[in-house]
Nanobody, 121 residues
């Protein structure tokens, strides 16, 4: 089994910054993808940023230029630096990973428990 533990959420004023972290642990052979989703009240969960093996990254159009996703492969950790935050970005942010638990295993998806980000003055 694999566990994803997020941290770094909290309350920030509009225009402020936060840095989220997500550490993966457990039966990990390799991690193909680590990414961040968010879900605002009454809305569907949406992909915010994705980091693939090899360094390829992609972002939702709404966060391009303001958010940066990065990974520390040695620590099995992904980060999301969020700058110039807006009130409408208040949501629960979830870490997600696609993991192989052995050299021959299929890939499995895992989710973190979520961390609340509130952008408000």
């Amino acid at each position: 089994q694999v566990q994803l533990v997020e941290s770094g959420g909290g309350l920030v004023q509009p225009g402020g910054s936060l840095r989220l972290s997500c550490a993966a642990s457990g039966s990990i052979y390799s991690i193909d993808v680590m990414d961040w989703y968010r879900q605002a009240p009454g809305k569907e969960r949406e992909l915010v940023a994705i980091s693939r093996n090899g360094g390829n990254t992609n972002y939702a159009d709404s966060v391009k230029g303001r958010f940066t996703i990065s990974r520390d492969n040695a620590k099995n950790t992904v980060y999301l630096q969020m700058n110039s935050l807006k009130a409408e970005e208040t949501a629960v942010y979830y870490c997600h990973a696609i993991v192989a638990t052995s050299k021959v295993s299929p890939r499995y998806q895992f989710w973190g428990q979520g961390t609340q980000v509130t952008v408000s003055s």
